[in-house]
């Protein structure tokens, strides 16, 4: 199988584009991310960077281009749920966790697991399970309310049972969108602490717009602008960039 | 014999040689009916003609109706709407003679009849009336008739009127055994450019000892005429498409405002409707009461009325129930539903639950032919009134203010409140709008529809399934939608029957609401997941 | 804490438990009070009151079904009355095939109307039908193959909300103009009617009427437990994750199509279930039954009960037909008034219906006394 692969990149976008209506929101995109590695996208609004999220995930079909997981899959033909079981998870922008769901059912739902329908219906909880829900649970600080809806928490808390959720379903890369937007400091650091304990053992993607926080990720950085790759490198040799510079605050 | 004397007594009568006549001819023909036999009859019917009298067309016309009637001595009477007359002076008869009876016709008299008529007309003042008459020889195909064709021919100037005298004239040399056969291949071609069913009918009934190339001549047009025919009944199921499509439209218009642009699921939009027609139906009903003169402008009352009343009805409704509803789709669908229920139940205690009888103003009924289509007058009325309302509808969304604020609402809820615009007000007008435009479509639709508590209900499915065929939140989507739908079904129509026609088009929609679930006119991208 | 969908977990809500118990109840009593019980005696129950009410509990088990797409999948289907009427189009066509030569034509093979209309030969359609078990498995089957086949397509393009709604209706709506045609081969516009027996029992003999209730009943309570197998099943809390956040699921990995297909399938042959007991007790099927209006009609029983709780629809279907019952009886004229207003009332003061509104009132208690399980099966939408 390892010969059959195109690239040693854990994901590959080559050359992707989509327009709505005209409008280019991803022009000749093309971006390689390692193994093992995080990365930290930022732009200005409108860049392009959740619809590249999308395009990853299979929300949206490009017009044009590839998108290569594992050196192996066309993610570009595949949909969501086949791209979540192949291994990509995503963390919205908007926490979104089922609200009418307990805590506990929340990240139930998204253990790693079958995904079947008849599985479903006669599944029964293993011990295994149970071990990895409780972990889960102690990891983001929830075990006290498992039992409650998760509409009944705060916007703090669901994010972190969102990360849970994530963890849970044990993807080889997970795509964060925001994860601080509407954090106090306090929690943005804890945020930054909990995705890089996350990224020893996961490869990971963070959009987000909150330069501190990026720069205690201490990661590489991709700027996105107008749908394509303007710069890519450290924090601090982007922000030495001139162009980014001039995106960022001339316009 | 008998031909020969109608020949000399027609041509007498074309050739200006009535006067001859005079009125003892016509008395003395006139005595001929009394006689009480067929042939006699006949022979009266000619020279009664021939006198050429004023009074000739009103006789043979009374002999047709039965209102001929003979005494026994021998006067002829007509018996007419307030008595009895004479039939040679036309006055009045105060003391009838007892013993009179009608005189009886059977089919060959008839056709002398028919044949009498039409030569008397074929030389009428009126065109319209020599217009008839020739189309009647046509018809008739009487050759006793040739000569006045001719004669008419001659003198005729109207170009519509010598149509159709050369055509009735070819009809009956086309069939003559005795005419050249030049002749007769000529009268073929002049069939064959009237090119209807009729022409067909009459080429076919060239009997088939007739001579080879006559009879090839007449299958080569019959077979053109087949193929134009073939095409004007496809022109006419476009026609029937695009009648059925305004109707649609007028129907789904309204909708395409409140679902389309505000994307209320209201189920009572045929009720709407609804209300429309029965406003048409009271105003009518004041109208016949107090001022049956202007019962041709009912209609004209009842459109802005309809649209108060629908319009009222529909603010009322989004002010009570649709604007605690918002966001929440599928509970809207369920409220109108019920609103809907309460409106059919309330005009059916008013109105009792039978059709009413909404009546056609003078300008609405009736028909004329175009190309050999029959068009009636209220389909055409409807089409160039849904489209004069789509075109009315479009101008308010682009050019008026109140336009502008309802697209602004639309867009961006928020925004438009802080600039300053009363979003509720702009909600509950903009639903007003829909519904009012409802109401005026009942108008139009109580002209070919029953009107019926459960009016409305026939027209709400196929309303919604326009509206997502077209592309839901555009004007334009749903004309084309409209059009489309009401043309397809009427060209599926003539193979499949009416309703698994529509079966098939619910199935096509099914489909391609599937393949294209935003309908034909979609607008793509992030903004329409939101 | 046991997930094992054991009969005590399936009955672990009290008030489930009661419900499956009244209906078992219903099942023996009722009959008893019918049939053994003298018309004398105030226990009796007359023979009508077992064919209404067996009729409600056939409209209970169609709000079942339509709740379990619905109220926990939300699919709001406005075309589960087209699956009730083929169930009961089976079950129809094999009570005609019953009749056999004690037709008006007395034609051995032919029903009457195949013979008015000069038919030959039996439709291929209706071959077999004279079998009970082929016919049982039809009033499942063809509800089940229609739902397959329409949310196979519907499902797979992602056609939801009120788009799958009016697809729905549109669904009910041609199915209903077929039937109305004579040469669609299944009575036209009369539907099926002047049955004379079921499986050998006369159809009009209070003995078959009192059994048919009976097995209604039983047929409720196990469509309640089947349903509510489903909705607290791990799929069940999958069904209620796509009903919350659709695109959510999705992107945990679940194919939220297969899920939607396989609830709609289950909940069309539990209305075709339905429809099949309906269609003895009244006595007729026709093609009206298809019609739009009968299908919202039933989404009203579930919203007044409340959705998202089997018992909730199942009292709301019950509930809304008495008080019909009733309305027809003493003031004809305002039942739609007041139907209407149900619909109006309903889904701006009661939205979670009356069973959902009560147990809010002790969401707390019950969250902690039921733990797992429970909040797939009293989950309301968040809104």
């Not at chain 1, 692969?5 to 409008?23: C, N």
């Not at chain 2, 020599?130 to 003198?155: G, V, W, Y």
């Not at chain 2, 699921?265 to 009903?285: R, S």
């Not at chain 2, 202007?294 to 603010?315: C, K, M, Q, Y």
């Given at each position: ?116 329908v008849v599985?479903?219906l006669f ?129 | ?333 369920l409220?109108?539903w019920g609103?809907?229920l309460?409106?059919q139940q ?7 639950a ?100 459960n009016?409305?209900q ?41 309703v698994?026609?529509?079966i ?27 | 804490?046991?997930?094992?969908p054991s009969i005590l977990t399936l009955l672990g809500d009290r008030g489930g438990a009661v419900f499956v118990g009244v209906l078992l109840a219903a099942a023996v009593v009722v009959p008893v009070l019918n049939l053994a019980v003298p018309p004398s005696s105030p226990f009796h129950v007359p023979t009508h009151t077992v064919v209404l009410v067996g009729k409600w509990l056939t409209y209970a088990l169609l709000a079942v079904a339509l709740d379990l797409v619905w109220g926990y999948c939300g699919i709001l289907s406005l075309g589960h009355g087209a699956f009730f009427a083929l169930g009961g189009y089976a079950m129809g066509m094999y009570l005609m095939r019953q009749i056999g030569p004690r037709g008006v034509y007395a034609h051995p093979v032919l029903p009457d109307f195949m013979v008015f209309l000069?038919w030959?030969e039996l439709p291929v359609a209706w071959w077999g039908f004279q079998h009970f078990p082929y016919a049982m498995l039809m009033a499942l089957a063809v509800p089940g193959l229609l739902a397959f086949c329409l949310g ?12 799958l709604s009016?697809i729905t209706q549109a669904m009910t709506y041609a199915l209903m103009l077929g039937f109305f045609r004579n040469n669609f081969g299944f009575g036209g516009n009369n539907g099926l009617t002047d049955f004379k027996d079921i499986l050998g029992f006369s159809i009009q003999a209070p003995g078959t009427r009192a059994a048919l209730f009976a097995v209604s009943a039983l047929a409720l309570a196990s469509g309640f437990l089947i349903a509510r197998a489903i909705v607290t099943s791990?799929l069940g809390?999958?069904l ?20 939607k297909l396989f609830v709609f399938v289950v909940s069309a042959m539990m209305a075709g279930l339905a429809g099949a007991l309906y269609v003895p007790q009244v006595g007729i099927i026709n093609p009206s039954e298809f019609a739009p209006a009968n299908s919202i009609e039933a989404v009203i029983w579930v919203a007044v009960g409340g959705r998202g709780t089997l018992t909730g629809a199942a009292l709301g279907a019950i509930l809304v037909n008495a008080a019909k019952s009733w309305f027809t009886g003493v003031l004809p004229e305002l039942w739609l008034f007041a139907l209407g207003a149900l619909f109006?009332l309903t889904?701006?003061?009661l939205?979670k219906g009356l069973v959902g509104t009560l147990l ?13 399980g429970?909040?797939a099966s009293v ?5």
């Amino acid at each position: 199988m390892q010969d059959l692969r195109i690239t040693p990149a854990l994901l590959y976008l080559d050359g992707v584009s989509v327009a709505f209506d005209g409008f280019k929101a991803i022009n000749n995109l093309s971006l390689t991310l390692d193994p093992g590695e995080m990365r930290a996208i930022i732009g200005p609004n409108g860049a392009g960077k959740t619809t590249m999220m999308d395009i990853i995930t299979g929300k949206t079909r490009p017009d044009e281009g590839r998108v290569i997981f594992q050196g192996a899959h066309d993610l570009t033909t595949l949909d969501e749920a086949d791209i979540a079981t192949l291994g990509i998870g995503r963390k919205f922008q908007k926490p979104t966790v089922f609200e009418s769901h307990t805590v506990e059912d929340n990240v139930l739902l998204a253990l790693k697991g079958a995904r079947g329908v008849v599985a479903n219906l006669f599944h029964t909880l293993s011990g295994a399970e149970r071990d990895r829900l409780d972990e889960i649970l102690a990891l983001v600080k929830l075990i006290e309310r498992r039992y409650e809806l998760a509409a009944h928490l705060s916007h703090g808390q669901k994010q972190w049972l969102e990360i849970g959720m994530l963890l849970a379903q044990d993807p080889a890369l997970l795509l964060v969108d925001e994860p601080v937007a509407g954090m106090t400091d306090a929690e943005t650091a804890e945020t930054a602490e909990l995705l890089r304990r996350i990224n020893a053992t996961h490869s990971v993607i963070v959009v987000e717009h909150d330069m501190a926080f990026v720069r205690d990720l201490g990661v590489k950085v991709t700027v996105l602008h107008e749908g394509s790759v303007l710069a890519e490198g450290s924090l601090d040799q982007v922000s030495a960039n001139e162009r980014v510079v001039e995106v960022y605050l001339g316009r | 014999m008998d031909r020969l004397t109608r020949l000399i007594a027609a041509l007498a009568l074309f050739l200006g040689f009535a006067g001859l006549a005079r009125a003892a001819g016509l008395e003395e023909a006139l005595a001929r009916f009394a006689v009480d036999s067929y042939g006699e009859t006949e022979a009266a019917i000619a020279e009664v003609a021939a006198t050429g009298e004023p009074r000739a067309a009103e006789i043979i016309k009374a002999l047709a109706e039965g209102r001929l009637l003979a005494a026994p001595d021998r006067r002829v009477l007509i018996r007419d709407t307030h008595g009895i007359i004479d039939a040679v002076s036309g006055r009045a008869v105060s003391a009838p003679p007892d013993g009179l009876k009608p005189v009886r016709v059977n089919n060959r008299v008839r056709r002398a009849i028919d044949s009498a008529l039409g030569g008397l007309t074929l030389l009428s003042q009126d065109p319209a009336k020599r217009l008839e008459a020739a189309q009647a020889t046509f018809k008739s195909r009487n050759a006793a008739a040739l000569p006045a064709l001719e004669t008419a021919l001659r003198r005729e100037t109207e170009a519509r009127v010598k149509r159709a005298l050369a055509e009735a004239r070819a009809a009956i040399v086309f069939l003559a055994e005795d005419q050249p056969e030049a002749d007769r291949l000529a009268a073929a071609a002049v069939i064959a450019e009237r090119g209807d069913a009729e022409a067909q009918a009459l080429l076919r009934s060239l009997p088939p000892q007739a001579p080879q190339r006559l009879r090839e001549a007449a299958e080569r047009s019959i077979a053109a005429i087949e193929n134009r025919l073939a095409l004007l009944a496809q022109v006419q199921n476009v026609f029937y498409g695009v009648s059925l499509g305004s109707v649609l439209l007028l129907a789904a218009i309204g909708l395409a405002i409140t679902f389309g642009v505000m994307g209320i699921i209201n189920m009572a939009h045929g009720e709407m409707v609804m209300l429309g027609a029965y406003t048409t139906f009271v105003v009518q009903e004041i109208i016949r009461a107090r001022a049956p003169g202007l019962f041709d402008a009912s209609l004209v009352v009842a459109l802005p009325l309809a649209f108060l009343v629908a319009g009222a009805v529909g603010v009322l409704i989004e002010r009570s129930v649709i604007r605690f509803l918002y966001g929440r789709p599928l509970e809207t669908l369920l409220a109108t539903w019920g609103v809907s229920l309460i409106l059919q139940q309330a005009v059916r205690s008013i109105f009792g639950a039978n059709n009413r009888e909404v009546g056609n103003p003078s300008f609405m009924s009736g028909s004329f032919e175009l190309f050999g289509i029959a068009l009636t007058w209220n389909r055409l009325w409807i089409v160039a009134f849904s489209l004069s309302v789509f075109v009315v509808l479009l101008v308010v969304m682009k050019f008026t203010a109140f336009g502008l604020r309802m697209r602004a609402v639309v867009q961006n809820r928020r925004m438009a409140a802080s600039m300053g615009i009363r979003t509720p007000w702009i909600d509950a007008l903009t639903f007003g709008l829909g519904s009012g435009i409802a109401g005026i479509a009942g108008v139009a639709l109580s002209q070919i529809d029953n009107v019926s508590p459960n009016l409305g209900q026939s027209y709400i499915i196929d309303s919604f399934l326009v509206v997502v065929f077209g592309g839901v939140g555009n004007l334009w989507g749903t004309l084309v939608g409209a059009m489309t739908l009401g043309i397809a079904n009427k060209i599926l129509e003539p193979f499949a029957g009416a309703v698994l026609g529509k079966i098939l088009l619910l199935v096509f929609i099914i489909l391609f609401i599937q393949k294209r679930p935003r309908g034909l006119f979609a607008l793509k991208g992030r903004a329409v997941e939101a | 804490m046991s997930r094992r969908p054991s009969i005590l977990t399936l009955l672990g809500d009290r008030g489930g438990a009661v419900f499956v118990g009244v209906l078992l109840a219903a099942a023996v009593v009722v009959p008893v009070l019918n049939l053994a019980v003298p018309p004398s005696s105030p226990f009796h129950v007359p023979t009508h009151t077992v064919v209404l009410v067996g009729k409600w509990l056939t409209y209970a088990l169609l709000a079942v079904a339509l709740d379990l797409v619905w109220g926990y999948c939300g699919i709001l289907s406005l075309g589960h009355g087209a699956f009730f009427a083929l169930g009961g189009y089976a079950m129809g066509m094999y009570l005609m095939r019953q009749i056999g030569p004690r037709g008006v034509y007395a034609h051995p093979v032919l029903p009457d109307f195949m013979v008015f209309l000069n038919w030959r030969e039996l439709p291929v359609a209706w071959w077999g039908f004279q079998h009970f078990p082929y016919a049982m498995l039809m009033a499942l089957a063809v509800p089940g193959l229609l739902a397959f086949c329409l949310g196979w397509f519907a499902f797979r393009s992602r056609v939801t909300g009120v788009y799958l709604s009016i697809i729905t209706q549109a669904m009910t709506y041609a199915l209903m103009l077929g039937f109305f045609r004579n040469n669609f081969g299944f009575g036209g516009n009369n539907g099926l009617t002047d049955f004379k027996d079921i499986l050998g029992f006369s159809i009009q003999a209070p003995g078959t009427r009192a059994a048919l209730f009976a097995v209604s009943a039983l047929a409720l309570a196990s469509g309640f437990l089947i349903a509510r197998a489903i909705v607290t099943s791990k799929l069940g809390k999958v069904l209620v994750a796509i009903r919350d956040a659709e695109s959510r699921t999705r992107f945990l990995g679940y194919k939220v199509e297969h899920y939607k297909l396989f609830v709609f399938v289950v909940s069309a042959m539990m209305a075709g279930l339905a429809g099949a007991l309906y269609v003895p007790q009244v006595g007729i099927i026709n093609p009206s039954e298809f019609a739009p209006a009968n299908s919202i009609e039933a989404v009203i029983w579930v919203a007044v009960g409340g959705r998202g709780t089997l018992t909730g629809a199942a009292l709301g279907a019950i509930l809304v037909n008495a008080a019909k019952s009733w309305f027809t009886g003493v003031l004809p004229e305002l039942w739609l008034f007041a139907l209407g207003a149900l619909f109006v009332l309903t889904t701006l003061f009661l939205p979670k219906g009356l069973v959902g509104t009560l147990l809010g009132f002790w969401p707390r208690r019950w969250a902690r006394s039921h733990k797992p399980g429970l909040s797939a099966s009293v989950a309301q939408p968040a809104e």
